[in-house]
Nanobody
Framework: QLQLVESGGGLVQPGGSLRLSCAAS????????IGWFRQAPGKEREGVSC????????YYPDSMTGRFTISRDNAKNTAYLQITSLKPEDTAVYYC???????????????????WGQGTQVTVSS
């Protein structure tokens, strides 16, 4: 079965950090761009960051620069999103996605993907 599984979410206090993981099964992740997206309650889903197949090109929308770091380990078939200095407005369901075509810019902007994970909840609250 081809799937992406996110993990690492949870309840975190403001100012804390998290590392989310995205593990692929049933397919080889290094054939795909990887993107992280999030959807907060009552809001549209938005791109957080996207990374190229070999990890050489990274893209962060302007609103996501500074506190988010995307990475991948193709040997482990896993991608990651490190989030620091968490704020209550970071509360959302975070999704990872895999896309074979396009660029990191198009993937993040158009939210195109061949596969989506089920999401992991991140809640930032004191």
């Amino acid at each position: 079965q081809l799937q992406l599984v996110e993990s690492g979410g949870g309840l975190v206090q403001p100012g804390g950090s998290l590392r989310l993981s995205c593990a692929a099964s049933g397919f080889t992740l290094d054939d795909y761009l990887i993107g992280w997206f999030r959807q907060a309650p009552g809001k549209e889903r938005e791109g957080v960051s996207c990374i190229s197949k070999r990890g050489l090109n990274l893209y962060y929308p302007d609103s996501m620069t500074g506190r988010f770091t995307i990475s991948r380990d193709n040997a482990k078939n896993t991608a990651y999103l490190q989030i620091t200095s968490l704020k209550p407005e970071d509360t959302a369901v975070y999704y990872c996605a895999a896309e074979q075509l396009g660029t990191v810019h198009t993937m993040c902007a158009q939210q195109t993907a061949n596969y989506w994970g089920q999401g992991t909840q991140v809640t930032v609250s004191s």
